[in-house]
């Protein structure tokens, strides 16, 4: 399906029947501390067999940080960005995709993190190059789409195996490069199923984001009953080659290692990892950003 409904189906759930929406939600709340519970006890299985974690699942490579959008829930949205402006030098890029290659990584690779990565003027060269390293690897990204030509989007499409559009707009009309893109989608079918449209609100509650979300700073926010699969599954590489916590630590608050003096493999098992993931085992209370967190990642 090229258009995801399934945030009309909540905004509609979450406006007419409240309660219900809510019990989804919590319901949606225990299910999740089931499986992390479950998932981070296999983990811990493994290492005491191995003596150390498996490699992360996926990776996400955040060339730029910056963003366009102003959504409200955002933390680095352009009226909200902290950040020093950060692109990552291509000798850098290149030195991460071969490390993953030594490495026999195997998992997914994001162009993207917390940012807009079509603000990159590279960023198509740079699925290329990630393709030619890394050819068998998943390779995906997300964008608002708000940058996208037909010209741009069938460059990138040369190298992407999954675009993900996540079109904002109150009224969940499509934006016009949105409806660009979808109506070429629409008649070249080749594209169907690489291609998915995400409806989403600008202004919208999400996750507090660590407790970074604007617009859910003042609330008393709840800390999750389990652990998180994050530290054990996701790598992710702001521009400067520094290694955030998750793709929640949008502002980079917590750096677990410099992969331009280290390298991928020595941070993953390194010391900073170790340490976090022995703490978020027991419980997110220790770690002041995870607990405030409630993405249900």
Not at 109 to 134: C, H, M, V, W
Not at 142 to 165: P, Q, S, V
Not at 172 to 201: E, F, G, S, T
Not at 274 to 288: F, M, N, T
Request: overall charge positive.
């Amino acid at each position: 399906m090229l258009i995801n409904y399934e945030n009309i189906i909540k905004y509609y759930f979450k406006s007419h029947f409240p309660r219900i929406h809510k019990w989804r939600e919590e319901f949606k709340r225990k299910k999740y501390e089931k499986r992390v519970s479950r998932t981070v006890a296999n983990y811990c299985d493994l290492y005491q067999t191995e003596g150390q974690y498996p490699l992360f699942k996926t990776v996400e490579i955040e060339t730029i940080n910056r963003c366009n959008s102003t959504c409200s829930f955002c933390p680095v949205n352009k009226n909200a960005d902290t950040r020093a402006f950060k692109i990552m030098e291509q000798e850098l890029f290149i030195s991460i995709l071969q490390q993953l290659k030594a490495l026999n990584y195997s998992g997914t690779i994001g162009l993207y993190s917390n940012n807009e990565p079509f603000l990159d003027e590279r960023i198509i060269e740079l699925a290329q190059i990630t393709k030619e390293y890394l050819p068998n690897n998943f390779l995906y990204l997300y964008t608002n789409g708000t940058l996208l030509t037909l010209e741009k989007f069938l460059g990138m499409m040369k190298y992407l195996d999954k675009m993900y559009i996540d079109n904002y707009n109150d009224n969940l009309k499509l934006n016009a490069p949105a409806k660009l893109i979808h109506d070429y989608c629409q008649d070249n079918k080749l594209y169907l199923d690489k291609v998915r449209i995400r409806l989403r609100k600008l202004n919208d509650i999400l996750s507090t984001r660590g407790g970074q979300a604007p617009n859910r700073k003042q609330e008393q926010i709840s800390t999750l009953n389990c652990s998180c699969l994050l530290p054990f599954r996701q790598m992710v590489i702001r521009p400067d080659g520094k290694i955030s916590l998750c793709c929640n630590d949008a502002l980079g608050t917590m750096t677990l290692g410099d992969l331009t003096k280290e390298s991928v493999g020595d941070v993953w098992h390194g010391e900073n990892y170790r340490a976090i993931r022995e703490k978020i085992i027991q419980g997110r209370h220790d770690i002041a950003l995870c607990r405030g967190c409630d993405s249900l990642l």
